[in-house]
């Protein structure tokens, strides 16, 4: 099965998983990228069974209301039951690198208002220690030297990603060799560096599900 029909999949299973527990006046959060898309492409076929989405990217509501589906700004919404975004690596604790899209400060502002945070991915994601993937940070741009400095002193690696602004007017930097054998600790190590709005490591809130979806089917995983 390649990697589309799995993502697909994996999508297929969280919506089949939270349909039930919807109804006219419930308001989902949905995550950014590929695997989210799938799972919005899902959405649209039910958009009469509830209320409506907050999006955590301008290119997720722009899908959604392509959709036929209302999406709500967060401000105006008191809670979410539940966040269905994707990620570009989880271990097996849920704690995730998210980025790759460039949404992830809306993603985590997102995640914190929800009360489940159901992650889906496809099973090349999976890994034993995070950092395979360099580590998304979102950076005010006059802050872009003096954060690559302390992410050096760090031990990381940064490499500016040119061309991408994010929903909020940042930049992206990309770092690698960071060691994140403690995902929370470096998050909170991380977060205090001055003019970095925040990084892409979702561990002091972690998914609380992962579907998984693997050649055998799609394996679900709960810490």
Known sequence: MSRE??????????????????DSHT?????TGSTANFFIDALARSK???????????????????????????NAVGSLPFYVDGADE????????KGGGAALTR????????????????ESKMVDVLGQFPLPVEVI??????????????GGTPVWRTGVITD???????VRNLSIIDPPGLERTLN????????????????????????SGVEQIRV
């Open 107 to 122: 993603e985590k502002i997102t995640a914190a208002v929800a009360a489940e945070f159901i992650c889906i991915a496809d």
């Open 5 to 22: 029909k799995l993502k697909r999949a994996a999508a297929e299973a969280a919506l089949d998983q939270i349909l039930p527990c919807m």
């Open 141 to 154: 741009p006059s802050a872009r030297s003096h954060v690559a400095r302390q992410l050096v002193k760090l």
């Open 27 to 31: 308001v989902i959060g949905v995550g």
């Open 192 to 215: 205090q560096i001055v003019g970095l709005v925040t990084c892409g490591l979702f561990a002091q809130r972690p998914a609380d599900r992962l579907l998984l979806a693997r050649q």
């Open 168 to 174: 909020n007017g940042n930049i992206i930097l990309d």
């Open 48 to 74: 009469n069974r509830f209320d409506g989405a907050v999006a955590s990217s301008e290119a997720s509501a722009t899908r959604l209301k392509a959709s036929g589906i209302q999406v709500h700004d967060l």
């Open 90 to 97: 989880s271990n097996t604790r849920l704690q995730l690198i």
